[in-house]
C-alpha cells in the first residue's frame, strides 16, 4: 500500500516525480511515527497533517439479489506537500480518491483528485466525514458511540456509482504493536488500526442496472511519513474472513533481492488481536495471469502455522486491475484449504 | 527536339539579363509581399488558436457567471460536491510601466486532459508547482523579453501563447489578488446518473468556439493586411506582365524562325511554358525567402499592432510553415500564367507568315477603353450602393475595392480625354503630335499607370488616415489625462494611507477604480468615477444628455464609450444592463481610442455599492503641473511603491504615443513596398515600349528630329503621364482616407474620426512619383538617345 | 517529271484585299528533280515569294498539290509540316533570319538539333568554307549583311536537307559580295546533292542555275531555257 504515497504524488500530474524521488528516506518536518502510540478518538478519526500520507481504505465483499458476487473498494488518500494545513488554494495538502466495483466479469475503477484547503476533498472528525466530490464516507453512528461503528458510504464514476450503509459488530483493532506497524527490518513504521468487522447493505449502479447487495466490510486507518524502505519494490496484504468470524490482516513487503518482509494480525470474533512479526506469516504466489500487459500471481497460498491456516486463494475477477493515474491490483477473493471463506487482495509493484 | 528549343528560348534571357531580372523581380516581389502578409496572418492567428487551446478553449464548454464576475468558489465547490466535473480557472493579468504578462492558472488536479496542455508534460518540479512561490511556464520569447517584477520562477516549455504564463492556479491567485475562479472548464463527459448542468447551476454554459474573442477582434486587422497583399501582388503581376510582354514581343521573329526551321507549334508552346514555369518556381522560391524575410521583419511591428490596438499577444518572431511555402509558390505560377496566358495565346495565333515587324499590343486597344470607362461608371454606382446599403467591414472592404478598381479603370479615359483637349488647342505640329503619340501609348502604359494610382491612392488614404488618427488621438490624450499625476499603490490599505497623505499635498485625489464585466453579451469594463470639475470639464464626451454628469453622479445614468455605442447601435437615453441586477440610461458617449472592448463609466458610490470587491488602490492626482515632479518623488520615498505605479502625465502620454506609432508602422512598412512595386511596374512598361515604338518614332526622326529632344520628349512624356496620373490619385485617395475613417474604422474598432488633410504629404507624394517616372523613363530615353541611325533605318528597310 | 522530286501541280493561292480576293498564283505547275537548282524570277507581286512559302509548307495553297520526296503536303498539320521543313528543307529567307540571341555557332546548328542531327564535323567544313570562322562566336548583330546571309546558308545546309528553298538571298548585298555567297551556295549544293529553288529579280544570277522558270501575275510564262 506505501507505494501509493507515491502514487498520489504521482497521480497529481505525469510528471512529478523528481521532486519527490528522496521521499522514501527522509521526512523533513513532518511528524514520524512512534512507537507505543496513544490514540485519540475521535480526533484521530479525522486527518493528520503533519504526517506525509494518510488514509481512509475500505474494502467490502459482497452478495447480490441476483445471486451473484461483488466486491467495492472505497479510498480517500491524502498527501502533503508540507506539514501544514491552511484554507484556500495554497493549502498544501492534497487528496486522491479511488473506487472499484468489482464482478466475475468486469472490474469497474474511478479516481478523483483535488486539493484541500477550498472543501472540494477533506476528512473531518466531529462528525466524521471524508470525502472527495461527491464521494462520500460519512459517519451515521449513533451519540456517544464510536464514529466508525456506523459509517453511509457513496462513489460515482462513468459507469457506475453505489450507497452502502456500514454497520460495525466489533470494535476496531489495532495492528503491530497497539497500532505502530513496522514494515521494514530497517524499521520504518505506520500507524494502522482497522475496523474489520462491518456488515452492509446497499445498491450497486451497474451498466447492467441496480443489484441490492449484502456482505462484510472492512476499514483500514493509516497515516505516515516516511514509510517505504528503498529496497521494497511492491506489496501484497490480504484481509481475510472466517467462517467463526475471526479475520486476519496479513501482507508481505517484497525486497528487490526476492526477500520478503511479512507481518500478520490474527483477529479474534471479538476484537482481541495476536500480532506477528516477520516470517510467521508465509505468502507463496501460485498462479499468475497476464494483467494490462504485466504478469501478477492472483493464486496465492497463504501458511500461518501457529494458527494451523494454510489456505489458497483465487480471485473472483482475476483481471481487478485498478486502472488509476498509480495502478494496482485490488480485489476480492475466495480461499479454501485449512480454511473456507472470502476476503480482498491488493497487489502492487507488479510492473 | 524540345531541348533545343529551351536552349534557343534560354539564350534570350542570357541576352536579355535585366529582362530577367525584371520577370524575376516582378514576381518575387508579387509572392514576397503577398505571402508574407498570408505568413504574418497565419503566425497570429495559429498564436490565438494556441492561446485557446491552452486552456482547452477550443475543445471544451465552459461555465461563467452572465455579469462577467468570477464564479464564486462555492459554486465551483458545490458543483464539484454535486459530482460534475468542472475545473476552475483564474484568468488575469500581471502589469508594469514596459510589460503585462497574462496569467492563467488552472487546477492541474482536476483540469480535464485537453486543458492540461503540452506545458505539464516532461520534467517539472510539481512540488514547487503547488506551493508558494510557485512557478510560471512561459514560452522561450516571453521569458527573454521585459516581464513586469516580482515574479516567482519561470520555467520555459514550449506550447505557451507569447505573454502568458500558465501556472497553478493558487499562483494565479496570488498574483492577481483573486481567490474566486474567472470561469470553469468542464469535462466533456460527465459522470452517470447526474442530472444535466443546466438544472444544477444558474452559471452560464457556453460551448466552444471556433474562433476565440480575440480572433474575432482582430479580424479586421488581418482583413487589413489582406488586403494590402492583395494589391501588392496585383502590382507585382503588372511587371510580370510587362516583363513577360516584353520578351514576348522581342522574340516573335525569333518563334518565327524557329517554327519555319521546323519547330512544331506546340513544341513551342510547350518550350515556353516549361520557360516561364522554371523561371516562375525559381523567382518563387526566392519570393518566398524574400516574404519570410518581410514577414519576419514586420512581425514585431504586427506584433506591436496587435497589441496595442487588441491587446492580442502573438509571438515577435515566425515559424516556417512548409504548406505557406508551398503554397505561396502555387499562387506565383498561377500568378505567372495569369500573366502569360495573353501573351502565350497571342503567339498560339501569331500566323507564320505575317511582317517580321513587331505590331506594339497597344495599338488596337483604342475601343477598349471606352468599355474600361463604362465598367468604372458601374463600379462607381456599386460603390455608392455598398456605401448606401451595406453593413459590416466586408461592405466596408468592398466600397473601397470598387472605388480602387473603378478609379483604375477610370485613368486611361481621364488621360486620353485630357490629351485629346490639350491636342486641340495647341497649334505647335510637334506638340500636337507629343499628344498624339502620348495618347496612343496610354493603352500600352495603362497597366504600369493603374499600378501607380493604386499606390498612390492607398499611400494618400492610408496615411490620411492615420495622420487623421494621430491628430485626434493627440487632442483626446490631452482631454482624457487630465490629471497631473497617476499613483497606484500595493494594496488597498497601503492605498488608504497614500490617499490620505496625498490629501493636504494636492488640489484632489481622484479614485480610478474598475472591474471586467460583461456588456452586452462581451466581455468589458466598468469604472467608477468621482465627481470632481477635472472630469465634467475635461473628459472627452462626443454627446451627452444636458444634465449627463448630475445624473452619473447622482447614481441614475451610465456613460459608454463609442465603441459599445456604436458596435450596439444604442442612443442615448437608452438603458443598458450594467450587473443582473442594475440598469441604467445611456447619459452620455465619451471616445476611447486604442480600446476595442466597450466600457462603461457610473458614479462611483453606486461603483462601490454594485461592487464592494473590486479594489481600490488608484488614484489620480491633481496638483500644479510644476508640482508634479516632486511629489512622485515624494511619494516614492515615502511609500514603498513600485516606481512603475507613480507616473505623471507627460510619461502616459509618450507611452501611448509609442503605442500609436508602433501601431501603424506595419502600414507605413506596406505602403512604402506598394510604391517601390509601382515604380517598378512603370520602369518596365516603359522599357516595353520603348522597343515597340521606334517604328513611330523612326519617322519622327527622319523628318529631322534630334534624337535627343525625342529622348527629352520621351522624358517629359513620362512625367507628364505621372503628374496625371497622381492628379488623379488625390480625390481617389481622399474618397479612399474618408472610407477608411467613417466606414472600415467604425466597423473594425468602434470609433469614428474626423478626417483631416495634409497637402504637404501629397506634395511629397509627387515628388515621389516623379522620381519613380523620370527613374523609369531615363534608361529607354538614354536607349533612345543613343540608338544608331541603322536602327531606326532598319525600321524602313523592314517594312513590307 | 516522273523522276521529279518537288511536284507542284496546278496550285493556285488567293489572299484577302480589300477589294475581294486577290489572286496570287493561278495554276502553277512546276517540277525539280534531284539535284537540279532552279531560278524562280519575276514581277515584284508575281507571286513568287508566295509559290516558295508553298514549297516550304509555311502555307497552303487554296488548290493543287504539292508534294515533296513524294509526300503529299495537303492534309498534313502542323507538326507533320513542320517535321517536313525542318528534316528535308533548308531555307534562305530574309524573313526568316537568325535568332538574335544566339551565337553564329549556335545559329548554324539550330536546324540540325532541332531535326537531331547535329554533325560537328560537317558544321565546322560550313563555317570554313563560307568564311566564318573569325565570327563563330558572335552574335547576329555584330555581323555584317553578307555575314549573316553567308550564316544563313550554313544553317541550311548544316541539317542536309534535300531541297533548299531561298528567297532572294543575295538582295541585300553589293553585288561582289552577292556573288560570293551565291557561288557559295550554289558549290554547297552541289557538293551537298540538294535541289535548289532560289527566288531572284535578277536574270544575271538566274542564269548560274541550272534552269530557269519565269513567273508572271501568277502564272509560269516560260518554261525553262538554259537546259
Known sequence: MFRFLLALLLSASPALSQGFAGLGTTAEGFAVPQPDPVFDFPSDHGPHPAYRIEWWYLTATLSGADGRDYGAQWTLFRSALAPETSQGWEAPQLFMGHAAVTTADAHYSAERLARGGIGQAGATAEPFEAWIDDWAMTSTAAEGADAYSALSLTARGDVFSYAMELQATGPLVFHGQDGYSVKSAEGQASYYYSQPFYEVTGILDLPDGPVEVTGTAWLDREWSSQPLSETQEGWDWFSLQFADGARLMGFGLRETGGSVYTSATWIEPDGATVAYPDGALRLTPLASVDVAGRTVPVEWRVELPDRELDITTRALNPQSWMDTSFAYWEGPIFFTGSHDGRGYLEMTGYE | MLYSALQSLFSHWRRQPGQLAMLVLGLALATALWSGVQAINAEARASYDRAAQTLGQDSLPRLSRADGQPVPLSDYIALRRAGYLVSPVIAGEVRSTNARLRIQGIDPLTAPEAAQGPALDGGLDLAAFFTAPGL????????????????????????????????????????????????????????????????????????????????????????????????????GLFIVHAAIGLAFEQRRASFRTLRALGLPLRSLLTALALEISTIAVLSGLAGIALGYAIAAALMPGVAGTLRGLYGATVPGTLSFDPVWAISALVITLLGAAAATAQAMLRTARMPLLSPAQPRAWAQAAGRTIRSQGIAALVLFIASGLILQFGHGLVAGFAVLATLLVGAALMLPVFLTVLLNRVEKLTRAPFLQWVMADTRQQIPGLSLALMALLLALAANIGVSTMVGSFRGTFLGWLDQRLAAELYVGARDEEQAIALAEWLAPRSEAVLPIISTDVRLLDLPGEVFGMADHATYRDNWPLLSATPDAWDRLFAGEAVLINEQLFRREALALGQEIVITDDLTLPIAGVYSDYGNPSGQAIIGFDLFRALFPDAPLTRFAVRVPTEDAPDLASAIRETFDVPTELVRNQAQIKRFSIEVFEQTFRVTGALNVLTLGVAGLALLTSLLTLASLRLPQLAPVWAIGTPRKVLARTELARSILLAALTWALSLPVGLALAWVLLAVVNVEAFGWRLPMQVFPADWVKLLGLSLVAAVLAASLPSLRLARTPPARLLQVFSQER | MVNSFLNIESVSKSYPGSDGPVSVLRGVDLSLAAGETL?????????????????????????????????????????????????????????????????????????????????????????????????????????????????????????????????????????????????????????????????????????????????????????????
Request: charged content about 20%; hydrophobic content about 45%.
Open chain 2, 136 to 235: 510560471l511556464l512561459v514560452s522561450p520569447g516571453t521569458a527573454a523579453g521585459p516581464l513586469p517584477p516580482d515574479l516567482p520562477r519561470l520555467v520555459e516549455a514550449d506550447g505557451i501563447p507569447p505573454n502568458a504564463a500558465l501556472t497553478d492556479i493558487s499562483t494565479a491567485a496570488r498574483l492577481t489578488g483573486q481567490t474566486d475562479p474567472s470561469f470553469l472548464l468542464v469535462a466533456p463527459e460527465q459522470p452517470r446518473g447526474l442530472p444535466p448542468l443546466s438544472e444544477a447551476t444558474d452559471l452560464v454554459l457556453s460551448q466552444p468556439q471556433e474562433t476565440s474573442d480575440i480572433a474575432r477582434l482582430t479580424d479586421s486587422f488581418h482583413l487589413n493586411l489582406t488586403a494590402f497583399g492583395l494589391l501588392s501582388f496585383a502590382v
Open chain 3, 39 to 227: 531560278a524562280l524570277t519575276g514581277e515584284s507581286g508575281s507571286g513568287k515569294s508566295t509559290l516558295l512559302h508553298l514549297a516550304a509548307a509555311l502555307d497552303a495553297p487554296d488548290s493543287g498539290s504539292i508534294r515533296l520526296d513524294g509526300v503529299e503536303f495537303a492534309g498534313l498539320g502542323d507538326s507533320d509540316r513542320a517535321a517536313l521543313r525542318r528534316e528535308k528543307i533548308g531555307l534562305v529567307f530574309q524573313q526568316f533570319n537568325l535568332v538574335p540571341s544566339l551565337t553564329v555557332a549556335a545559329n548554324i546548328s539550330l536546324q540540325a538539333r532541332l531535326a537531331g542531327r547535329h554533325d560537328a564535323d560537317l558544321s565546322a567544313r560550313l563555317v570554313e568554307r563560307l568564311g566564318l570562322n573569325a565570327v563563330v562566336d558572335r552574335y547576329p548583330e555584330q555581323l555584317s549583311g553578307g555575314q549573316q546571309q553567308r550564316v544563313a546558308i550554313a544553317r541550311a545546309l548544316a541539317a542536309r536537307p534535300a531541297l533548299i528553298l531561298a528567297d532572294e538571298p543575295t538582295g541585300n548585298l553589293d553585288e561582289a559580295t552577292g556573288d560570293t555567297v551565291l557561288s557559295l551556295l550554289l558549290d554547297l549544293v552541289a557538293e551537298t546533292n540538294a535541289g535548289l529553288l532560289m527566288v531572284t529579280h535578277s536574270t544575271r544570277l538566274a542564269d548560274r542555275l541550272s534552269r530557269r522558270v519565269h513567273l508572271s501575275q501568277g502564272r509560269i510564262a516560260m518554261p525553262a531555257s538554259a537546259a
